[in-house]
């Protein structure tokens, strides 16, 4: 369990989902995608007398992912959705969506690697078939709401409602939720967000009778069954793993690589060229990925320092923009990094954002997310496009 417990901000951990209206009146989608947090969501909500559904998508229904544990929407998971469901007595529907999630998330990752950059599959997943589509789903079901297992909190501030971290921060995905938009946030529900940690989800699970209490965690990229992401981008993208030169930052080459797909930015285990001869062995670290040119570019450690970074797709859940000065945020560039301090600002004739570190940050990867907070609440975030 974490020591760093966030007090609510002012919220919902025990109001009605829907505000002036009884549970029993209130029609509920819960995304169940048979992993212990969206389970427990949906028996949580039941108990509390809400109408719920469950809704669970299958995703993607290849190879070893049928049969493999702790892979959210494909296989055994669904048929733990399925036994959640029942066990808690609400109405369950599987919908068949395997063919969006390969067209807006599967084939979105590919070509990002492609072009030398560290995609997030599970941010283009909720921005895509998980709220877009599905919510289209609840609202034709006449649902008032839609409920996730996610760890985030909503609360309802002066000028709507407001996206805020988890209570427990070990556990909070508000890093994987800023693309979230205002429309969204207006129907999305998030019960799980005010708990103390996971192991409270466990012991609600185990209370309420569910099979899947002590099931574990599943992987964060569901559909690489073996975790090894260059051999679905292979097949996604047949030839895409062409070989090139490994370089220093001056273009010397040092070796030789068998894609770029296979490098991420600060990789520094798996070049097979060893370190910098000197005083002592220094490790090598790649700096970036010149996809054009097939060259993966490493070098020490202070090579990934950057003091700022450019954004692209940015999305806002701020009460307004920053104006041309800027204002200072804490900002996250990777999921487990601790937010550190920056200042945000727009770019002129340009629908981007710059960010300017108050002290150099490592790792910034073109692919990932910057997200911006204020405390604990989100402010929005986008893409990173260059540093």
């Not at 048929?79 to 063919?99: F, K, Q």
């Not at 979230?180 to 999305?188: A, H, I, M, N, P």
């Not at 569901?222 to 097949?235: H, N």
Request: proline letters at 6%; hydrophobic letters at 40%; charged letters at 25%.
């Amino acid at each position: 369990m974490t020591d760093a417990l966030q007090t609510a901000p002012p919220g919902e951990a025990d109001a009605p989902l829907v505000p002036g209206k009884a549970p029993a009146d209130t029609r509920v989608v819960v995304a169940m995608s048979g992993g212990v947090d969206s389970s427990a969501t949906a028996a949580l909500l039941a108990e509390r007398g809400y109408e719920v559904i469950g809704v669970t998508l299958q995703l993607y229904d290849h190879g070893a992912a049928v049969g493999r544990k702790n892979a959210c929407c494909a296989g055994q998971d669904i048929l733990d959705a399925r036994n959640v469901a029942a066990r808690i007595g609400i109405p369950h529907y599987v919908l068949d969506y395997e063919s969006r999630f390969r067209e807006d998330v599967m084939e979105v990752f590919a070509d990002a690697y492609l072009r030398g950059e560290t995609p997030i599959p599970c941010v283009t997943c909720n921005q895509t078939v998980k709220f877009r589509d599905l919510m289209g789903v609840a609202r034709e079901l006449g649902a008032d709401c839609l409920a996730t297992g996610h760890y985030v909190r909503r609360a309802m501030g002066p000028h709507g409602p407001e996206l805020h971290r988890a209570r427990d921060l070990d556990k909070d995905q508000s890093y994987f939720l800023f693309a979230t938009t205002r429309e969204q946030l207006e129907l999305l529900r998030f019960p799980l967000g005010h708990l103390a940690g996971k192991d409270e989800t466990r012991a609600l699970a185990a209370r309420f009778g569910l099979p899947v209490a002590a099931k574990p965690d599943s992987q964060d990229i569901c559909f690489v069954p073996s975790g090894d992401y260059a051999s679905v981008i292979e097949k996604l993208r047949p030839g895409a793993a062409e070989p090139g030169d490994i370089v220093d930052e001056t273009g010397r080459v040092l070796g030789r690589h068998r894609g770029v797909i296979h490098y991420t930015i600060g990789q520094r285990r798996g070049l097979g060229i060893g370190g910098r001869k000197g005083a002592e062995e220094e490790p090598l670290y790649v700096l970036a990925i010149d996809a054009e040119r097939r060259r993966v570019v490493v070098g020490p450690k202070q090579g990934l320092a950057r003091e700022a970074l450019t954004l692209r797709g940015v999305n806002w859940l701020g009460d307004g923009r920053p104006g041309p000065d800027g204002i200072e945020v804490e900002v996250k560039v990777r999921s487990m990094r601790e937010p550190v301090a920056a200042t945000i600002a727009p770019i002129p004739r340009r629908d981007g954002v710059a960010v300017r570190f108050a002290a150099p940050e490592y790792g910034v990867a073109p692919g990932q997310a910057c997200v911006f907070y204020a405390g604990s609440r989100v402010l929005g975030g986008g893409w990173i496009a260059g540093s």
